[in-house]
């Protein structure tokens, strides 16, 4: 009986904490753009929910989306993302763009919240017998001393390397601010401050 009931608090426990994700790259290359719009000699094809896991509740939980962009330069000139033409809502809105570190900082994972596997460790697992119409420990294995460190510096290792991943990725793909030739298309990703998934358009200034 003991050792169910420590079976269930070790899934309860696990199931609380949840695991820490790994990050899938998103490369906008190869995404398949299901939006566009034309204005003024810009095309622009974006997509929304590029992320999964714990990196999407990331996204609804704090209100910001990253977007894959391709845009494409027709006019007669070369151009500055937010500079000489700015991403804004289909109805004409500014949109509030996020840097490269607030963008990352609001999604990434939190590898110290997994320390609360450490809450694990006084966890023993005991072996009975009945003597004499009596139970009576016979041992006890201390497994939460390896169940519960494993468990935290395995997943804290985990999200580290997947937030290492993300971070290499949005840096690689950051458009804003980026030279677009004339004739020249170029994709990227872009966080923005939003909680829904809006219509874009570019707009020259």
Same mark, same amino acid.
């Given at each position: ?28 290359? /190869?995404?398949? $753009?299901?939006?566009? !719009?034309?204005?003024?000699? #810009?095309? =622009? ?5 590029? %992320? ?33 033409? /700015?991403?804004? $809502?289909?109805?004409? !809105?500014?949109?509030?763009? #996020?840097? =490269? ?5 609001? %999604? ?16 023993n697992l005991y072996t009975t017998e009945t003597k004499n119409g009596y139970q ?40 804003y601010g980026s030279v677009i030739k004339k004739g020249e298309t170029k994709v ?6 939003s909680f829904s998934h809006d219509a874009l358009k570019l707009k020259l200034k």
């Open positions: 009986m003991r050792v169910i009931k420590l079976a269930l608090l070790i899934v309860v426990i696990i199931s609380l904490f949840s695991c820490a994700s790994a990050y899938k790259n998103i490369n906008p290359n /190869s995404v398949n $753009y299901l939006s566009e !719009s034309e204005a003024e000699g #810009l095309k =622009l094809e974006y997509k929304y929910d590029l %992320l999964d896991k714990k990196y999407a509740k990331k996204e609804v939980k704090k209100g910001v989306k990253l977007v894959a962009l391709k845009i494409t330069n027709d006019t007669d000139r070369d151009l500055v993302i937010g500079k000489d033409f /700015s991403l804004v $809502y289909a109805n004409g !809105s500014d949109i509030h763009i #996020l840097d =490269l570190d607030k963008t990352f900082v609001s %999604l990434k994972q939190s590898p110290a919240t997994h320390l609360l596997y450490l809450l694990l460790t006084p966890v009576e420990t016979t041992s006890s294995t201390p497994i939460g001393l390896i169940l519960g460190p494993g468990l935290a510096a395995g997943n804290m290792i985990a999200a580290g390397s997947a937030n290492k991943k993300f971070k290499q990725e949005i840096s690689d793909y950051n458009i990227g990703l872009v966080g923005i401050k």
